[in-house]
């Protein structure tokens, strides 16, 4: 598939405004929409593998972006030594109890012969594991969440380069996936639209309420960082000295330059996975997931196996959302539970794979580096808009109070109004699949 000089056109404008934000207001504001842009369109890759390939309907995006962050706190975090010897290898231990708990329940589920027998030997081996796990679990939890609980309180990482995290990301939320489309994938699009959503919140909520994992709603901050620290640069003579002879202020010179070294990263990421995007999509494999997506009961008839393949793509996508999550935390150097809501991390994801355009690689990027722009920029723009039209009102006016109180919600306005113009439009998207 390649881009016609309409779609060339769709992105020049794109990074047309990106640019002008940059002449026009800072290049430090252009560059972070620029970089998490990238972010997003990762994400909204995603998305398309799942529902512009193969029909899928996932509404817990959110749950595996938010796996994905922590990957990048579980792997680049140093280990606090306290809390493992408080009681790290006793929660190692509890998990793995549960676990095998659950594997030996299962297999006799599988083994044993139907009847009484049975279910009262399932249901033996689940409770006596669960007490099991919650005597190992529980007082090891409280022991790590004693240990200087103002910066930490929980077991920490790896302490291994944060670059490492990004493909450990990408492995938790495609584990995450794998459980959820064993279960899920044989059910009707909306049960799984309703599975993945529930899956999604209770992910949040373990990240919220597991403060020895993720230190909850406290957060954890100091995430290190794949490029220097502005303050560094700031520090290096011959930095400053460079910038100085360059004309340029070394404080804003060394923002600048740590942001275009993250937007380096993450353009290799997303060219990567745009390129392997593209080879799977025009390969049998793609041609399969597509033909499985138009018709599955012709695709059965002809002997493919869909739940095999809908599970397949489910957790590549899925993957693909982990690795941004990973990134996107990676960014902003912290892990904050509290701040992945569906309204941004699922509802916002979904426009730009829809204004885009389905089932085109190319499409759902163009969405992801538009829908961003306009989710940062629209607030104010609004704002100036309402202050021009009430110019002329009197202060204390209610109706001036009014608009100039509701121009925060003009992002939300503005991203349904778009939406339902390209579905009046455009409706397979400003790229459609072709």
């Given at each position: 598939m390649t881009l016609t000089p309409r779609d060339m056109a769709l992105f020049v404008i794109v990074f047309a405004l990106i640019a002008a934000t940059g002449f026009f207001q800072s290049w430090n504001v252009a560059l972070g929409i620029l970089n998490m842009g990238l972010i997003s369109a990762i994400m909204a890759l995603g998305v398309n593998m799942q529902w512009g390939y193969a029909g899928l309907f996932n509404i817990g995006v959110m749950g595996f972006v938010a796996l994905g962050?922590?990957?990048a706190v579980v792997v680049?975090?140093?280990?606090?030594?306290e809390a493992w010897a408080a009681g790290g290898l006793r929660v190692v231990l509890a998990l793995i109890t549960g676990a095998v708990a659950i594997a030996a329940a299962a297999f006799a589920w599988r083994r044993l012969p139907k009847g009484a027998a049975r279910a009262a030997i399932l249901v033996a081996m689940l409770v006596v594991g669960f007490f099991l796990f919650r005597w190992l679990f529980d007082p090891a939890v409280a022991s790590i969440e004693k240990i200087n609980p103002a910066i930490s309180g929980y077991l920490g990482g790896l302490g291994l380069p944060v670059l490492f995290a990004w493909p450990v990301g990408a492995v938790l939320a495609a584990g995450a996936a794998w459980v959820v489309g064993k279960t899920a994938l044989g059910l009707r699009s909306d049960y799984l639209a309703?599975?993945?959503?529930?899956?999604?919140?209770i992910i949040i909520a373990v990240l919220k309420n597991e403060d020895w994992l993720?230190?909850?709603?406290?957060?954890?901050?100091?995430?290190p960082r794949p490029v220097p620290y502005e303050i560094d640069l700031q520090n290096s003579e011959s930095f400053v000295t460079r910038m100085t002879n360059w004309g340029y202020d070394p404080v804003i010179a060394s923002s600048i330059t740590v942001k275009l070294a993250y937007t380096g990263l993450f353009l290799a990421v997303l060219l990567i996975l745009l390129w392997l995007s593209q080879a799977a999509l025009n390969s049998p494999w793609g041609r399969m997931m597509r033909a499985i997506r138009d018709n599955e009961v012709a695709a059965e008839a002809m002997g493919k196996d869909v739940t095999a393949r809908h599970l397949q793509i489910f957790i590549l996508g899925s993957a693909v959302c982990g690795l941004a999550g990973a990134m996107m935390t990676?960014?902003?150097?912290?892990?904050?539970p509290a701040s992945y809501q569906p309204l941004r991390f699922t509802f916002l994801v979904w426009v730009m794979v829809i204004v885009g355009g389905s089932g085109n690689n190319f499409g759902a990027v163009l969405g992801g580096f538009l829908i961003w722009y306009l989710w940062i920029m629209v607030e104010p723009f609004g704002l100036f808009l309402i202050q021009g039209i009430t110019a002329g009102m009197s202060d204390g006016y209610w109706l001036k109070d009014h608009l100039l109180d509701s121009a925060a919600h003009m992002r939300l306005f503005t991203m349904g109004?778009?939406?339902?113009?390209?579905?009046?439009?455009s409706p397979r998207g400003l790229i459609p699949e072709r």
């Open positions: 962050g922590l990957g680049s975090m140093p280990p606090v030594g309703i599975a993945t959503l529930g899956i999604a919140e993720s230190r909850g709603v406290k957060n954890v901050i100091g995430i990676t960014l902003d150097g912290q892990l904050t109004l778009i939406l339902l113009l390209v579905l009046r439009f």
